[in-house]
Structures are given as C-alpha cells and as structure tokens.
C-alpha cells in the first residue's frame, strides 16, 4: 500500500496514462482516481476500465495524437507496450520493434515540447543482457536478451537520458519491469505470455496440460498492482536518472508455477522435458527499489493467481477488444504483398 501522504500529493493534479486501459496501467488509473488526480489514459483499446477517467482512442505512433493528449498534463505515466510470446516475438520481430520505438519516440517528445513535469517510462527485463540475476548496474553491459523489443525498449532509455544531458530534465524517470501478470493481461492463446497462456489451455480444458521444458527454468513473477504501486512510487520520488527494477525479486520455477495454479484451478499436466523451455533463470535484484523509493512488492504467487483466474473467467473475452499488433501488421503486410 501506498503511503496516503503521497496519494494526496495527486489530487487535482493532470495525469496522464498510456496503456491505461493495459494490466498496469488499469491499476494505475484506479490507484490515481481513488486519489482524486485528473486522470486521462490514451491507448487503441476498445475499452473503458474506469469511467471516473477520460479515455482517449487513439494510435500513440501517431505524433500529432500523442501532442494532442500530452498537453497540459502535469504528469505521465508511460505504460503503452507490446506484449507477446517468444514464439510470436520471433516469427513477427518488426510487429515489436517498429511501433514500440515510435510510440516512445513519439510520447516522450510530446511530453518534453508540452512541458509535462514528471514522466515514468516502463522499459523492461527482456533489455537486459542475458544474465541470471538483473542488476541496474548491468543494464546495458551487452546486448539485450529479447533482441528487438529489447533495443526497442534502450532506445526510450537512451532518450531519456539524452534529455538529461541536453536539456538537464531529470525527472523523467525508467524503470524496468520482471514478467508482470494479473487482471487485464493478454490472454489471446496466438500470443499471450506464460501465465496468461496457461490459464487460457486450462480454461480450454486441455487435459493434460503439456508444459514446455523440465520445469526447472527459473523466472521472476511480479503482480501487476504490486508494479503499479512501484510506478507511482518511481514518479512521486524520481529514480535520480538510473534505471530501477521493478519485480518480485523472488525466483520461482516453472513446476512450481503450474502447482500453484493448480491449486487456484485444479486440473492435469505433464513436463515435456524435449521441448526447449529458454533462458534457465531470470530473476530482478530490486534492492535499489526498495531502498530509493521504497517499493515493497507484498502480493504472494498464489493469491496473484488466484485474483488473475478470478479475472479471466470472468472477462475472458476482454483480449478481443484489445489492439492486436501481431494480427494487425500480418494483414497489413498480405495486403501489400
């Protein structure tokens, strides 16, 4: 929870979300209007998460929008992203790489022309270079494990920084995000990510549920209103330009993952241990978070989960209303083909 001194910090004051409408970003905007901030968010969702907020439609690779919705915004809160599978992120690597680099492109600019205060920017742990545990003072000691949206996600970092220097703004802040699940995630089975791709196999009644790998591979889980709070917290008091992790900070297997669920939701599997299962551990270090800005991660696996199930069954065909760059760009490109 976060401090209510903070909270009261927002109130009346303009804020605007992109990807507001996304997992994060949905926390974020219930935290900020219990709080009683302007809030705007800004995405190509068909959504409205909270009707307490103004919700924007509109394509952030688009530059004239993202001066549009950035004016006379006091704060931004820089959530939009793309989200996919390995599998998708390696068959469509331009469906990343393109509009993420210019939908920061274009949002950070906007926010520096409009004059916006302070910004967060969520990069992520696939901009690190391969490593099993992820220290900010590595974050650029090589190349970035998830090669495009890895470089796409740098580029909003090394902009920031160019800001700093040039223009000496230091309170655009970035931090980089563990594997975030939780209500609002993308459950589209073409390409949603681990936890969300389980559900949706269980949720399908797949019986047993086959599981990539031996189930030995390590990762760092983290729930979403448990980032949502650490951004905010990021914002409020700034990251002193250095990039901050923000995760759980706690390595979880993949066997211990599907037990856990299998708990919240019984069912069967098995491990297909001939199947490959990717980078053995990844795990976030998030001392510096803890001790700058004093975010404290408190949701445990289980009750995540147990929230994120809760969630999906009962919006489980939210994801069709969501922008869907992979569909999208595949269309586009058979049109010009």
């Not at 219990?34 to 705007?40: E, L, N, W």
Request: negative net charge.
């Amino acid at each position: 929870m976060i401090d209510e001194r903070i909270l009261s910090w927002f109130r009346g004051r303009n804020v605007l979300i992109t990807g507001g409408t996304g997992m994060v970003g949905r926390q974020v905007v219930d935290i900020l209007c219990d709080a009683g901030a302007c809030v705007r968010t800004a995405s190509l969702d068909q959504l409205h998460v909270d009707p307490r907020a103004d919700h924007l439609l509109g394509d952030l690779t688009d530059v004239a929008f993202c001066h549009e919705v950035t004016r006379d915004m006091e704060l931004v809160f820089h959530l939009a992203g793309i989200k996919g599978s390995v599998e998708v992120t390696t068959r469509q690597p331009a469906s990343f790489f393109v509009p993420l680099l210019l939908m920061n492109t274009n949002v950070l600019e906007a926010s520096r022309v409009s004059g916006v205060k302070r910004l967060v920017y969520t990069s992520s742990i696939g901009a690190y270079p391969s490593r099993e545990l992820f220290r900010e003072d590595d974050a650029w000691d090589g190349a970035p494990m998830d090669l495009f949206p890895g470089w796409a996600k740098r580029m909003g970092e090394l902009q920031i920084d160019a800001y700093r220097r040039e223009f000496g703004i230091d309170t655009f802040s970035v931090v980089r995000l563990a594997n975030v699940y939780g209500p609002g995630d993308n459950f589209d089975p073409a390409s949603a990510m681990v936890i969300p791709a389980l559900m949706s196999r269980v949720r399908a009644g797949e019986d047993p549920l086959v599981v990539w790998g031996d189930g030995t591979a390590v990762r760092d889980f983290v729930y979403s209103r448990d980032v949502a709070e650490g951004t905010i917290l990021a914002l409020y008091r700034g990251t002193g330009g250095e990039i901050t992790n923000l995760g759980s900070g706690v390595g979880v297997s993949i066997r211990e993952l599907v037990e856990t669920l299998s708990r919240v939701t019984p069912f069967r599997y098995d491990f297909d241990p001939t199947k490959p299962a990717g980078f053995p551990t990844r795990v976030m270090d998030i001392g510096r978070a803890q001790d700058r800005i004093g975010y404290q991660p408190a949701t445990s696996l289980e009750d995540g989960l147990c929230e994120t199930w809760a969630w999906y069954v009962a919006n489980e065909c939210e994801f069709r209303q969501r922008k869907n760059y992979f569909a999208d760009r595949a269309a586009d490109s058979r049109l010009s083909a």
